[in-house]
């Protein structure tokens, strides 16, 4: 099936800043985990396309940890994110400077079969971070990258 036939979910949170969508993946949790804590794979599985490479951080993502990508997003800039949640095979999320986060939920559903959630969540960000995004019109874009995105981890998921 190709990435052009597969659609996430999108769903209403309740709350204007928070964004978020859905999809059954047929892998395990650790599976879609080991793409997600990596931070070298972000770039193929980002759905907002502004991520142009990994610079720095470790080969596999825990609580605590630090990673920069190059970005582009009209101009070319770097950004450093930290995780901020952590759960082996069920949660993690990061965040940077503006502090809105980026969360993902894995459960399993069925033998093989795991529902993803991701989120983003600017609810707890600052004022200025908030009025940068409202500024920049940018909420419905980060809802469908976060659902494009999740269409990217499926199919890199479910390759091998």
Known sequence: MSENSIRSEIFDTGHPEIKAARIEIAASPSKIFAILSDPRRHKEIDGSSTITANIS????????SKFGMKMHLGVDYRITNKVVEYRENELIAWRHLGRWVWRYELKVVGPNLTLVTETFDASNSPGLSKAWLSFRKAYPWVQLSVAKTLVR???????S
Request: hydrophobic share 40%.
């Open 57 to 64: 951080g470790p080969a596999k993502l825990e609580l605590g």
């Open 153 to 159: 981890l499926k199919s890199a998921s479910e390759l």
